[in-house]
């Protein structure tokens, strides 16, 4: 069965560091995955995408994430983090022989301290 | 901002009544899903609406049901209100047909079951 696993469920840094959150999958196929954010009380608002080609893949707000097929793992990145950061981060994997519906992790909450 | 509406955006319902809420899709996109979002969870697939037909559905029973509109627009209806229903409620949209495709999500709806 198709899951998504975010083992971080709060994760907090100093504005200016470096972040990684990570997030593994499972599924029999080439993934297509998502990360997502989402702000309190609000939608989900798409990070960055991993379809084919290049494992490197860049994202909105300085974001990137690196897909490891060896290791199941599409884990974001972050060089420097701004207090605007501070958000739930979502990471999915999109089943296409499903209707296209998305599998969600739990989340991984992200605080910023200054 | 997506372009994709949902109404209203906070419901509060008593536990046995129906609710339906609405989902506007964005421009071009023929396909509509809907997801549950617990709090502090990860949203869940409920089902898609692909060209007014239902194309997939998560494991939600059959008091969650849905609609689609020739104009791409869709609702989700839910009977017989339980207490854990309560939840945000988010629709995605997307240009379904094709595999490299993402979800554009709306602001959700938040219901309270009392």
């Known amino acids: 069965a198709q899951s998504v696993t975010q083992p971080d469920i709060h994760i907090t840094v100093s504005e200016g560091a470096s972040l990684e959150l990570r997030c593994n999958y499972s599924y029999g196929a080439t993934p297509y995955l998502f990360w997502y954010v989402q702000s309190p009380g609000q939608g989900l608002q798409l990070l960055l995408k991993?379809?084919?080609?290049?494992?490197l893949v860049q994202g909105i707000k300085g974001f990137e994430a690196e897909f490891k097929r060896s290791q199941s793992s599409f884990n974001l990145r972050k060089p420097s983090v701004h207090w605007s950061d501070a958000a739930e981060y979502f990471c999915a994997v999109g089943v296409y022989n499903q209707g296209g519906k998305l599998i969600f992790g739990q989340g991984t909450e992200l605080s910023v301290k200054p | 901002e997506t372009g994709v509406t949902q109404s209203p955006t906070h419901l509060i319902k008593t536990r046995g009544q129906q609710v339906t809420l609405r989902c506007s899709s964005q421009?071009?996109?023929?396909?509509v899903s809907w997801y549950q979002q617990a709090l502090g969870q990860g949203p869940q697939f409920i089902f898609q609406?692909?060209?007014?037909?239902?194309?997939g559905r998560g494991n939600f029973p059959p008091r969650f049901s849905g609609l689609q509109f020739p104009n791409y627009s869709s609702e989700l209806n839910v009977n017989a209100l339980e207490l854990d229903d309560s939840a945000l409620y988010l629709c995605?949209?997307?240009?379904?047909?094709?595999?490299?495709?993402?979800?554009?999500f709306g602001q959700g709806t938040r219901l309270t079951v009392v």
């Open positions: 421009s071009g996109h023929n396909t």
């Open positions: 609406y692909y060209r007014e037909e239902e194309n």
């Open positions: 991993y379809f084919s080609g290049d494992t």
């Open positions: 995605a949209s997307s240009l379904g047909g094709t595999m490299n495709t993402e979800a554009f």
